[in-house]
């Protein structure tokens, strides 16, 4: 059980669609009660309330709804930002000054994955290590995707 989701291998159990839900509920909320506010604020608010991605540890990153998910994030972001839903997509996360979501979401799968790698307790080790010898798991597929694209990114700077 980790955070309330139980830990099976059922790849359709952590899909996005509640992370997608909450975020676009959350626009709506902030869109609602700070319209009136400046832009850079409602940045503020959509970053620190509305892309939580709770549960996206467990998000398989070669699924079809990691793509629906930055669809609606940029969708959301063009909300807040009140543009024109034609602005280039390139042109939102710098507008927003937030980190790509996708990137996000590897991080958080890396560091997820280091934590249970380095826990006390034998057995989620023992998970943590099953896991990432098993060709078939997507937490092994989602650590080797995120790494090298975090390490690309890194040689880029």
Same mark, same amino acid.
């Given at each position: 059980?980790?955070? #309330?989701t139980? /830990?099976?291998?059922d790849?359709n159990? $952590?899909?996005?669609?509640?992370?997608?839900?909450?975020?676009?509920?959350?626009?709506?909320?902030?869109?609602? &009660?700070?319209? $009136? @506010?400046?832009?850079?604020?409602r +940045?503020?608010?959509?970053k620190s *309330?509305?892309?939580?991605?709770?549960? +996206? &540890?467990l998000?398989?990153?070669?699924s079809?709804?990691i793509?629906?998910?930055?669809?609606?994030?940029?969708i959301?972001?063009?909300?807040? !930002?009140?543009?024109?839903?034609r602005?280039?997509?390139?042109? @939102? *996360?710098?507008?927003?000054?937030?980190?790509?979501? !996708?990137?996000? @979401? &590897? *991080?958080?799968? /890396?560091?997820f994955?280091?934590?249970? !790698?380095? $826990?006390?307790? #034998?057995?989620?080790?023992?998970?943590?290590?099953?896991?990432? +010898?098993?060709?078939?798991?997507?937490?092994?597929?989602?650590? #080797?995707?995120?790494?090298l694209?975090?390490?690309? /990114?890194?040689?880029?700077?």
């Open positions: 059980n980790y955070l #309330g139980v /830990l099976r291998n790849i159990l $952590h899909n996005a669609d509640k992370c997608i839900n909450d975020m676009k509920i959350r626009t709506n909320v902030i869109m609602n &009660e700070f319209r $009136h @506010i400046d832009t850079s604020a +940045s503020k608010l959509f *309330q509305a892309t939580c991605f709770f549960s +996206s &540890e998000f398989n990153l070669d079809n709804y793509d629906r998910l930055m669809t609606d994030w940029r959301s972001a063009r909300k807040v !930002l009140k543009v024109d839903k602005t280039y997509c390139n042109l @939102i *996360q710098p507008l927003i000054k937030s980190k790509d979501p !996708l990137l996000l @979401i &590897e *991080q958080r799968i /890396l560091n994955f280091r934590k249970m !790698l380095i $826990h006390d307790n #034998g057995l989620v080790k023992f998970i943590a290590n099953f896991s990432h +010898s098993n060709s078939f798991s997507y937490m092994n597929r989602n650590s #080797g995707l995120a790494f694209r975090n390490r690309a /990114l890194n040689n880029k700077k």
